[in-house]
């Protein structure tokens, strides 16, 4: 079975400051999902990819996937007091039909510091 | 604001009892996943219902069932309860290939 690394575990910045978080996977990654949660709460989806060397932005939020699509790095400029909170990779197959079934890492607790 | 609902919010039981959980998907989604989540872990996957049957299980006991109505509302039901099910259980519709999640119920096992 397919399993997710992060790292860190935790991470406590101050506003203002870039950061990375990593996601390593044991297997080749089909699809790959970040999502933020704020303790105790639901998912919050930020970013999904799915090809080699892909990039995609959100706001200060950036994501890739490397070549041989075995690791992901979520990474966020300028930092503020809102991007805290719990941020996951999740992967997991993809098309129609398959079990949307998404395996996660343990996860990266983020803090910002104002 | 994911369109995804779930109820109640938080939940009490004893060793033993049986609770039922409930999930309103967003509207035109036909496929929800549940996850429990236990304190300091990402979400593991429970099982998946796609037009009313299940269609994927992950590591999970029998006593751990669900149902999904033709709305695409959905139950997770567990029996027996252990104190190893306290966790925050989320729910997932989707359409095409990204998940939406619910808030999530909290269950507390006494």
């Known amino acids: 079975s397919q399993e997710l690394e992060q790292s860190p575990q935790s991470l406590i910045v101050q506003e203002g400051k870039n950061l990375t978080i990593n996601c390593t996977s044991s297997?080749?990654?089909?699809?790959l999902y970040w999502y933020k949660q704020k303790y105790g709460e639901g998912l919050i989806f930020l970013m999904m990819?799915?090809?080699?060397?892909e990039e995609k932005s959100h706001e200060k939020i950036t994501a890739k996937l490397d070549e041989k699509k075995q690791q992901s790095s979520l990474h966020i400029t300028a930092s503020q007091p809102s991007h805290a909170g719990i941020y996951l990779c999740?992967?997991?197959?993809?098309?129609?039909?398959?079990?949307?079934?998404?395996?996660f890492g343990s996860g990266t607790q983020l803090t910002v510091l104002p | 604001e994911t369109g995804v609902t779930q109820s109640p919010t938080h939940l009490i039981k004893t060793r033993g009892q049986q609770v039922t959980l409930r999930c309103s998907s967003q509207?035109?989604?036909?496929?929800v996943s549940w996850y429990q989540q236990a304190l300091g872990q990402g979400p593991q996957f429970i099982f998946q219902?796609?037009?009313?049957?299940?269609?994927g299980r992950g590591n999970f006991p029998p006593r751990f069932s669900g149902l999904q109505f033709p709305n695409y509302s959905s139950e997770l039901n567990v029996n027996a309860l252990e104190l190893d099910d306290s966790a925050l259980y989320l729910c997932?519709?989707?359409?095409?290939?990204?998940?939406?999640f619910g808030p999530g119920t909290r269950l507390l096992v006494l």
């Open positions: 997932a519709s989707s359409q095409e290939e990204t998940q939406y």
């Open positions: 297997k080749t990654l089909y699809g």
């Open positions: 990819l799915q090809k080699g060397g």
């Open positions: 999740g992967a997991g197959p993809l098309g129609m039909g398959s079990a949307r079934q998404l395996t």
């Open positions: 509207s035109g989604h036909n496929t």
């Open positions: 219902y796609y037009r009313e049957e299940e269609n």
